[in-house]
Structure formats: structure tokens, C-alpha cells
């Protein structure tokens, strides 16, 4: 069973960074695409980037393109999700997840998970 861990929430200003993290472990994942998800309370959870393990192909919401940055270290088995410009509504419980789905920004196409690693940005 493979397991995907996150780290590097916490809380910020507006116009912080923060640099979140994902260690992969427990199977083989270079098949897989890894992305990077957040649900604010009442809302719904919604796709905020992915990336192929190549890093060749990557993708991102409309929300954080320009601000938010994905990007692979193969060596360490992680994903990292470079954060700049944070806003107040970039608040939210952020998710790693896996897909064997190339291109996907679905949530049902995912079916491995991470915990989740908070993030909160004050105005």
C-alpha cells in the first residue's frame, strides 16, 4: 500500500509563502500523477496543481496560476507546492493525492490521500 505524507502548513499573512511537501513511500509511483488539492470549511474540495514524477507535465488551477509552483525531487520521493503571494482565501485543509490518471484534475480520478497539512493565511 503506498502512502503519501504532507508537511510545511502553517500560518501566515497575506502576501507570505509557504512551501508545502509530500513524501511518497510504499510502492512504486513513478506511473502516477501527484497533485495537490484544498478544502476550505464548507466548501467544496478543490484541484490546486499536479504534476507528472518527470515534472514534464504539469498543471494548474486558474485560482493559483502565477502564485503556486509544483515541482518533483525524485531522489527524496516528494512533491513540494512553492506558495507565494498567499491570499486570505487561499485558506484551506491542503491534500496530496495520486492518480494513475494522466491529466487529471478530478478528485474522483484520485484515489490515494494524504492527511492533509493546514494552511492559514491572515489579512
Known amino acids: 500500500q503506498g502512502q503519501l505524507v504532507e508537511s510545511g502548513g502553517g500560518s501566515v499573512q497575506a502576501g507570505g509563502s509557504l512551501r508545502l511537501a509530500c513524501r511518497a513511500s510504499?510502492?512504486?509511483?513513478?506511473?502516477?500523477?501527484l497533485g495537490w488539492f484544498r478544502q476550505a470549511p464548507g466548501k467544496e474540495r478543490e484541484f490546486v496543481a499536479a504534476?507528472?514524477?518527470?515534472?514534464?507535465?504539469?498543471s494548474y488551477a486558474a485560482s493559483v496560476k502565477g502564485r503556486f509552483t509544483i515541482s518533483v525531487d525524485n531522489a527524496k520521493d516528494t512533491i513540494y507546492l512553492q506558495m507565494n503571494s498567499l491570499k486570505p482565501e487561499d485558506t484551506a485543509l491542503y491534500y496530496c493525492?495520486?492518480?494513475?490518471?494522466?491529466?487529471?484534475?478530478?478528485?474522483?480520478?484520485?484515489?490515494?490521500w494524504g492527511q492533509g497539512t493546514q494552511v492559514t493565511v491572515s489579512s
Open positions: 510504499g510502492r512504486t509511483w513513478r506511473r502516477y500523477v
Open positions: 504534476t507528472s514524477w518527470s515534472g514534464g507535465w504539469t
Open positions: 493525492a495520486a492518480t494513475i490518471s494522466s491529466s487529471s484534475q478530478h478528485r474522483y480520478d484520485y484515489n490515494y
